[in-house]
């Protein structure tokens, strides 16, 4: 269990870094569509292993192969796009209370892509799909729920400065996996 554990931990990560800069934007979203993106982001995180572990059943190493440029290019793209933003002069004038379903499924399944792998490698530690599954769900919803209203609170100090460095923060994290994959 507590393999599982430390494997929750490390996929929720990208996640939470993610809920962070989404809450420093989006500081005024309700309770409701905050729980909603944390439900989002657990379900696509718990799913992807799923669909590793059962695409590496069939094709071993196809998903290590690129996982890592499919985060990197989606994270980067949503990093940039955030500083992008951040130097708007008139982006305050959109309607900042609500980040938008795309935009949400964009950067969950974005932080998810790496989970895909990791889901080829379940078989030979995890006797129990099902529950690390759950864990990993429960857990990154947890964290999701906890970025997102810390984001909220560092938003409202410090407004385009926090949403520069989450786009700073996503960037890094693709660059991360993308390097990481290319070192091993």
Same mark, same amino acid.
């Not at 870094?17 to 934007?25: P, T």
């Not at 994290?173 to 390097?179: D, Q, R």
């Given at each position: 269990m507590l393999q599982t554990l430390i494997l929750a931990f490390s996929l =929720?990560?990208?996640?939470? &870094?993610? =809920?962070?800069? @989404?809450?420093? !934007?989006?500081?005024?979203?309700?309770? &409701? !569509?905050?729980v909603a993106i944390a439900f989002s982001f657990g379900l696509l995180e718990a799913c992807a292993p799923l669909v590793g572990y059962l695409l590496g059943m069939q094709f071993a190493g196809a998903i290590e192969a690129f996982d890592h440029w499919i985060a990197f290019t989606i994270l980067g793209f949503l990093g940039g796009r955030m500083i992008w933003m951040s130097f %708007?002069?008139?982006?305050? %004038?959109?309607? &900042?209370t609500m980040p938008t379903v795309a935009a949400v499924f964009a950067t969950a399944l974005g932080t998810s892509v790496d989970a895909t792998a990791v889901g080829v490698s379940l078989a030979?530690?995890?006797?129990? $799909?099902?529950l690390t599954l759950?864990?990993?769900? &429960?857990?990154? *919803?947890?964290?999701? *729920?906890?970025? *997102? !209203? *810390?984001?909220?609170?560092?938003? %409202? !100090?410090t407004g385009k400065w926090a949403e520069r460095i989450g786009g700073v923060g996503l960037f890094a994290?693709?660059? @991360? $996996?993308?390097?990481s994959h290319l070192m091993a």
């Open positions: =929720s990560t990208d996640a939470f &870094a993610a =809920s962070v800069a @989404k809450g420093a !934007r989006f500081p005024t979203m309700g309770f &409701a !569509r905050i %708007e002069e008139n982006a305050d %004038e959109i309607d &900042a030979l530690f995890s006797d129990n $799909i099902p759950v864990t990993i769900g &429960a857990v990154t *919803l947890t964290m999701t *729920l906890i970025g *997102l !209203r *810390l984001g909220g609170i560092i938003g %409202e !100090r994290i693709g660059t @991360k $996996i993308l390097v």
